[in-house]
């Protein structure tokens, strides 16, 4: 079965110092989430999440989503 590319470890990606193998960075970068053609998220103050041996991810605060484009489900 494959994984979802955030579950795959990625051994090239060097080990970043952070407690708990964890690190949390806020950055000022522009982060635009477009799916389909429309804009789903844009923000300003995204945190960077900085996990070792895997890919970075955007975490964006609520009010810079489109809520009313997701589907609540029970995941």
């Known amino acids: 079965m494959a994984k979802a590319l955030e579950d795959?470890?990625?051994p090239q990606l060097p080990d970043r110092p952070a407690q708990d193998g964890i690190l949390f960075e806020p950055t000022q970068r522009r982060v635009r989430v477009l799916l389909g053609g429309i804009t789903v998220a844009d923000s300003r103050a995204v945190m960077l999440m900085l996990e070792n041996k895997r890919l970075a991810i955007y975490?964006?605060?609520?009010?810079?989503l489109r809520l009313d484009l997701?589907?609540?489900t029970s995941y």
Not at 59 to 64: Q, T
């Open 8 to 10: 795959r470890v990625i």
């Open 59 to 64: 975490y964006f605060p609520v009010k810079d």
């Open 70 to 72: 997701f589907v609540p």
